[in-house]
């Protein structure tokens, strides 16, 4: 089962990156639990400076932007 994470404290960008990851993993029928991070210091122990951002499997796939829907899928499907 994957793990994925969305940090980020709230902002429009974070809320858009969050809808979207939930709704590939439904689309695509995946076991994967996906988490919300707001917590700054929790953010900032992954290294990121910029939200929002992606963890999948405790690792960092993307920080400061919103990536496309297919990079998303693809990060998953290595995750």
């Known amino acids: 089962m994957l793990s994925v994470k969305v940090l980020g404290t709230g902002c429009k960008k974070c809320q858009t ?3 979207t990851v939930k709704e590939i993993i439904a689309n695509n029928k995946m076991e994967a ?3 919300k991070v707001e917590d700054i210091s929790a ?8 939200t929002p ?3 999948i499997n405790e690792k960092v796939v993307s920080a400061g932007s919103l990536p496309k829907e297919d990079q998303i899928l693809t ?3 290595e995750g």
């Open 75 to 77: 990060w998953l499907k």
């Open 43 to 50: 953010i900032v122990s992954y290294g990121v400076m910029t």
């Open 33 to 35: 639990t996906l988490e």
């Open 53 to 55: 951002a992606l963890v």
């Open 17 to 19: 990156l969050e809808a």
